[in-house]
C-alpha cells in the first residue's frame, strides 16, 4: 500500500501545492481521494495514468475538492476508456457528476456510475473494505477509511498433528474450505488462528475537530488530517469549519493511531517545518505532505 499526495494545498494552489487529491496504490489498482482542479496533470508528472483508476472518493463538493473530474473524465474518453469509473461522494454528488457529463462538446465512451453515500460500509471486496463517516465542514463533509483484509493465520502444527499432510489441503483450509481426512470433515476454524486486523488508512477531508472522528479513525495506522491554520489561528479555523495543527494532533493522539500526515495547508505557510514542529508537541509521528510526496504504508503490531 502507497501514498501518492498529488495536492496538499486547501482552496488556492500555489506554485508548489495544487489542490487536493491522494491517490492510493493497494490491491493491484489506483483509487483516487478528491479530485482537485489540475490533478490529471500532477497525475501525469509522475507518470501515473487516470486511465488506471477505476474508483474516485470525493470527501465534499467544494471545488477545490472535485473540479479536477470535468477535464480528467474528458481526458480518459479522448483516449478511448472503455471500463466504467465509479464516483463517490455525499448528497449532491449524482446532480454533479451529470453536470459534468453534460460538460462542453466531447464523446463520453464508458459508462459513469455516481453514488450518494454518507455513513458506514460503501465497497467491499474480497481484498478491503471502504467505509464512510460525516463530519463538521460549513457543508456535509465525508471522512473515508480503507481498512485491508488479512486472513488468520494458518496453524500449521495443529493441522499436522489432526493428521493432515502440507499439500492442496492447507491451501483450502486457508481459504476457509473444509476437507476430509479419513472420512471425518476438518474445518478451517480448526486449524486458524484468531481474526487479524490489516492496515487503515484514514482521510478527514475538511472538518473541524469531532468526537465522530476520533472514533472512526481508532487504531488506524495513517491518518490523514486536514491542517489548514497553525494553532494560533484557532478561532479562524473554527469559523471556516477547520482544523489548526495541535487540533488535527489531538485527533490523532485520541484516536491512538500510529501516524499523522497533516496535509490541505493555507498559502499562508511557507515553512511547513514550523507546522509540524507544533504538532509534534502533541502527537510524535507527524508528516506534513508535500505535492508528490510517496508515503508506503506499514503494518503496526497491535
Given at each position: 500500500?502507497?501514498?501518492?499526495?498529488?495536492g496538499?494545498?486547501s482552496a488556492?494552489p500555489?506554485?508548489?501545492?495544487?489542490h487536493?487529491s491522494?491517490?492510493?496504490?493497494?490491491?493491484?489498482?489506483v483509487m483516487l481521494?478528491d479530485?482537485g482542479e489540475?490533478?490529471?496533470?500532477q497525475?501525469a508528472r509522475i507518470?501515473l495514468s487516470?486511465?488506471k483508476?477505476?474508483h474516485?472518493?470525493?470527501?465534499?463538493l467544494?471545488?477545490?475538492?472535485f473540479l479536477?473530474?470535468?477535464?480528467?473524465i474528458?481526458?480518459?474518453a479522448?483516449?478511448?476508456?472503455?471500463?466504467?469509473l465509479?464516483?463517490?461522494?455525499?448528497e449532491?454528488?449524482i446532480?454533479t457528476?451529470?453536470?459534468i457529463?453534460d460538460?462542453?462538446?466531447?464523446?463520453l465512451?464508458?459508462p459513469?456510475?455516481a453514488?450518494?453515500?454518507r455513513?458506514g460500509v460503501i465497497?467491499?471486496?474480497?481484498n478491503y473494505v471502504i467505509?464512510?463517516?460525516?463530519?463538521?465542514?460549513s457543508?456535509l463533509?465525508l471522512a473515508y477509511?480503507?481498512e485491508?483484509k488479512r486472513?488468520?493465520?494458518?496453524?500449521?502444527?495443529?493441522?499436522?498433528?489432526?493428521?493432515?499432510k502440507?499439500?492442496?489441503?492447507?491451501?483450502?483450509l486457508?481459504?476457509g474450505?473444509?476437507?476430509?481426512?479419513?472420512g471425518?470433515?476438518?474445518?478451517?476454524?480448526?486449524v486458524?488462528?484468531?481474526?487479524?486486523?490489516?492496515r487503515k488508512?484514514?482521510?478527514s477531508?475538511?472538518?473541524i475537530p469531532?468526537?465522530?472522528?476520533?472514533?472512526f479513525a481508532?487504531n488506524?495506522d495513517v491518518l490523514?488530517?486536514?491542517?489548514?491554520?497553525e494553532?494560533?489561528?484557532?478561532?479562524?479555523a473554527?469559523e471556516?469549519?477547520?482544523?489548526?495543527t495541535t487540533?488535527a494532533a489531538?485527533i490523532?493522539?485520541k484516536?491512538?493511531?500510529f501516524?499523522?500526515?497533516l496535509?490541505?495547508?493555507?498559502?499562508?505557510?511557507?515553512n511547513?517545518g514550523?507546522?509540524?514542529k507544533?504538532?509534534?508537541q502533541?502527537?510524535?509521528?507527524?508528516t506534513?505532505?508535500?505535492d508528490?510526496?510517496?508515503?508506503?504504508?506499514e503494518r503496526?503490531?497491535?
Amino acid at each position: 500500500m502507497e501514498l501518492i499526495f498529488l495536492g496538499t494545498s486547501s482552496a488556492l494552489p500555489t506554485t508548489k501545492r495544487n489542490h487536493p487529491s491522494i491517490a492510493l496504490k493497494a490491491f493491484g489498482e489506483v483509487m483516487l481521494f478528491d479530485c482537485g482542479e489540475g490533478t490529471q496533470r500532477q497525475m501525469a508528472r509522475i507518470k501515473l495514468s487516470p486511465m488506471k483508476v477505476d474508483h474516485i472518493y470525493l470527501t465534499h463538493l467544494h471545488g477545490d475538492h472535485f473540479l479536477g473530474l470535468p477535464g480528467m473524465i474528458q481526458s480518459m474518453a479522448f483516449r478511448g476508456r472503455k471500463e466504467p469509473l465509479h464516483i463517490y461522494g455525499p448528497e449532491g454528488t449524482i446532480k454533479t457528476v451529470q453536470a459534468i457529463k453534460d460538460l462542453g462538446y466531447y464523446a463520453l465512451s464508458f459508462p459513469i456510475h455516481a453514488y450518494e453515500v454518507r455513513e458506514g460500509v460503501i465497497l467491499e471486496t474480497d481484498n478491503y473494505v471502504i467505509e464512510c463517516c460525516p463530519t463538521h465542514h460549513s457543508v456535509l463533509n465525508l471522512a473515508y477509511s480503507v481498512e485491508e483484509k488479512r486472513s488468520p493465520k494458518f496453524l500449521r502444527e495443529k493441522a499436522i498433528a489432526l493428521g493432515l499432510k502440507p499439500g492442496p489441503d492447507f491451501g483450502k483450509l486457508q481459504n476457509g474450505i473444509p476437507v476430509e481426512l479419513n472420512g471425518e470433515l476438518i474445518l478451517p476454524e480448526q486449524v486458524l488462528g484468531e481474526k487479524r486486523r490489516g492496515r487503515k488508512i484514514v482521510y478527514s477531508g475538511d472538518t473541524i475537530p469531532c468526537q465522530e472522528l476520533v472514533k472512526f479513525a481508532s487504531n488506524a495506522d495513517v491518518l490523514i488530517h486536514e491542517s489548514t491554520y497553525e494553532s494560533s489561528q484557532e478561532k479562524k479555523a473554527l469559523e471556516n469549519g477547520h482544523s489548526t495543527t495541535t487540533q488535527a494532533a489531538e485527533i490523532a493522539k485520541k484516536a491512538k493511531v500510529f501516524e499523522l500526515i497533516l496535509t490541505h495547508i493555507s498559502t499562508r505557510y511557507k515553512n511547513s517545518g514550523d507546522l509540524r514542529k507544533e504538532a509534534s508537541q502533541v502527537f510524535r509521528e507527524v508528516t506534513v505532505a508535500e505535492d508528490f510526496m510517496t508515503i508506503p504504508v506499514e503494518r503496526h503490531n497491535r
